[in-house]
């Protein structure tokens, strides 16, 4: 079992360019869920989806969008990359039966 | 969804128990608690959730209040790869299954 992998594991954009960050995980896991952490903060909710077919916005979903491609993969669009989006992103998955959350590595995003 | 207080940070000495306090007073009744670190800058790790009765695994206890306004989570014997920030939780509505984290305490481990 890989568990949660994301790619890529670093990205540097540029202001106005668009990227997708990947997540998959081979759990069977019906949820699945996109963080944002800034430098000495916690982790802000950006969207989740709590079933293939379904996304929803978490606290700050401006200038996301995602797409839960299938139950494995869920993925991450910056359209029109800002500064203020460099950050560590992590993507989760949520197994129903014990009601936890497997945790990607990150993917370490610098908007210049 | 309830918010959590938790210390900034704390210190603990090594082989010593390690008590995180987190209080939650606006938590309701269909809410729980969890309890997840993070070392370094790795994803997170979950360690323990609750409802209203105590719990225990492994890795830590949990001990939530009989008014359910606060908990604690104890690590019986911290050692240095303890240190991380810990952070409690408490899930959003039923159904939504939305987790809101906040900025948690960091623990630090002295030999």
């Known amino acids: 079992n890989a568990g949660v992998t994301q790619t890529p594991k670093f990205q540097v954009l540029k202001t106005g360019q668009s990227m997708t960050l990947q997540c998959a995980q081979d759990?069977?896991?019906?949820?699945m869920y996109w963080y944002r952490q800034d430098p000495g903060m916690g982790l802000r909710l950006i969207y989740y989806s709590a079933s293939e077919g379904t996304t929803d916005k978490g606290e700050v979903p401006n200038g996301y969008n995602v797409s839960r491609l299938n139950k494995r993969e869920f993925s991450l669009r910056l359209e029109s990359a800002a500064p203020s989006q460099t950050s560590v992103y992590f993507c989760?998955?949520?197994?129903?039966?014990?009601?936890?959350?497997?945790f990607g590595p990150g993917t370490r995003l610098t908007v210049l | 969804d309830a918010k959590t207080t938790q210390p900034t940070s704390m210190d603990c000495a090594e082989g010593r128990a390690a008590n995180l306090p987190c209080n939650h007073s606006?938590?309701?009744?269909?809410?729980?608690v969890y309890w997840y670190r993070q070392i370094h800058s790795q994803g997170p790790q979950y360690i323990i959730h609750g409802l209203k009765n105590n719990e225990t695994n492994e890795m830590a206890s949990l001990i939530i209040t009989e008014d359910r306004k606060s908990s604690t989570l104890i690590l019986p014997h911290a050692t240095l790869r303890d240190t991380a920030v810990y952070y409690c939780?408490?899930?959003?509505?039923?159904?939504?299954?939305?987790?809101?984290f906040g900025t948690g305490t960091r623990l630090k481990v002295l030999a």
């Open positions: 989760a998955s949520r197994t129903d039966r014990a009601d936890t959350q497997y």
């Open positions: 939780i408490v899930r959003g509505p039923s159904g939504t299954y939305k987790y809101i």
């Open positions: 606006t938590i309701s009744g269909n809410e729980y």
């Open positions: 759990m069977n896991h019906n949820s």
